[in-house]
């Protein structure tokens, strides 16, 4: 695949029109019949999300943490993937696995001292490019870390508003 060329249009169009560059993307999460899970339309797919056991659910699903570390490995793979290609790395495999630890007597209220939420999350990157010289594989590293959206998103989080509709 020639990532370039696929990208030039679109690298083109942004520069010479800002805006166009600017999108807003959205996930709707909808009630089922029971408190412990729920779908979740991404427009494009619905998945079904469900409570991790550690809290109550059944554990059939994948929960909100399991997505948001797959987030994280989804963008990180496809980030690492696309940037070896730009750069022209050759790769035998790239395999991203990340890991959260959390502390659920947080999340069910059981102690105001735990925190809600993950306390740590790691990521693991195994590239074979035994090809690569060691300034590449450092670019590579380099160029992924900061162009991977879901990793900056969590390194630096955006402001995050609620909002609430009137129950008039």
């Known amino acids: 695949m020639d990532l370039r060329s696929l990208q030039k249009p679109l690298k083109d169009q942004y520069r010479n029109d800002p805006s166009a560059s600017r999108i807003t993307l959205r996930a709707k999460g909808g009630q089922t ?27 059939a699903g994948a929960c909100s943490g399991d997505l948001l570390l797959g987030a994280l490995a989804a963008c990180a793979q496809i980030t690492c993937q696309m940037v070896a290609t730009a750069m022209g790395i050759p790769t035998e495999r790239i395999a991203v ?4 630890d959390l502390d659920l007597r947080g999340t069910l209220g059981i102690s105001k001292d735990v925190p809600v939420g993950f306390e740590s ?13 060691a300034e590449q594989l450092r670019g590579l590293r380099e160029k992924t870390e900061q162009y991977c959206v879901v990793m900056q ?7 995050l508003l609620t909002e609430w509709a009137d129950q008039d």
């Open 33 to 59: 019949d029971v408190p412990i899970s729920c779908s979740v339309d991404l427009g494009r797919a619905i998945y079904q999300a469900g409570a991790h056991k550690g809290v109550g659910g059944d554990g």
């Open 97 to 100: 696995t990340v890991e959260g």
């Open 121 to 133: 999350i790691r990521l693991h990157f195994d590239v074979a490019a035994p090809k690569a010289t």
């Open 153 to 159: 998103t969590l390194i630096r989080p955006p402001s």
